[in-house]
């Protein structure tokens, strides 16, 4: 015949801890009844006894507020409700704080290129953090001047700490060929220890010049 063993008993097996009956010798496995503990989980830094998530309380739950007054006082229940405030309770928090992941200045590192593709932005993980949260910060001044030799100019700026010279065809130029009515030129001094590559550079003008017009990208 299989013997019964309780999970209270299971876990006291599993911690190590001595048998609190005679259940090895086959008879019933008999537990005295005992408040649950709903304050043992798995802390950030290893197993603890006493570790909750932060903002949730220790003793009673805060769900009791959300129940019929006649609940208020019901300690089990007070207790029994800690489970899933300590499960969702986090889970709420960040539901709370959602818009921080929507701001230059908050969102975490490892999801600001991420708001910037909400944006249609140019992003490459090899630019200061900085610099990528500025760009993001200043989308919509960029918008504004998409398409402009003044937006150009700011956004590869800011992209790359280095302010650019563009040359536009003088009147005498265009008037001598239409063409090169089209077409501008921007020039960019680049340090040889700078991460910033042509590819990246191509990238920005192709997507921040005029659709009709043709860039010449000049890297001294």
């Not at 299989?2 to 008999?30: F, I, K, M």
């Not at 003008?205 to 990208?217: D, M, N, R």
Request: proline residues 10%; glycine residues 6%; hydrophobic residues 40%.
């Amino acid at each position: 015949m299989t013997t019964y063993v309780p999970p209270e008993r299971a876990l006291a097996l599993a911690d190590g801890r001595p048998p609190l009956d005679g259940a090895q010798s086959g008879r019933p496995a008999v537990i005295p009844p005992q408040p649950p503990d709903f304050t043992r989980f798995i802390g950030p830094d290893g197993y603890s006894d006493d570790w909750v998530p932060p903002g949730v309380p220790e003793d009673r739950s805060s769900y009791l507020g959300y129940l019929p007054g006649i609940y208020h006082d019901n300690e089990f229940l007070a207790r029994f409700l800690l489970i899933f405030e300590h499960i969702l309770g986090p889970i709420d928090r960040t539901v709370a704080n959602l818009h921080h992941y929507f701001s230059p200045d908050t969102v975490p590192s490892e999801a600001v290129n991420w708001l910037a593709a909400w944006l249609g932005l140019v992003m490459d993980e090899r630019m200061p953090e900085d610099s990528r949260r500025e760009i993001i910060r200043s989308a919509a001044e960029l918008y504004r001047w998409r398409g402009t030799r003044r937006g150009l100019a700011r956004y590869l700026t800011l992209y790359t700490g280095i302010e650019p010279e563009i040359v536009e065809p003088t009147l005498s130029e265009v008037a001598a060929s239409r063409n090169r009515g089209f077409r501008f030129t921007v020039r960019m001094s680049i340090p040889a220890d700078s991460p910033v590559t042509r590819s990246m550079l191509e990238a920005i003008v192709e997507s921040e010049k005029p659709a009709f017009a043709g860039c010449t990208l000049e890297l001294v």
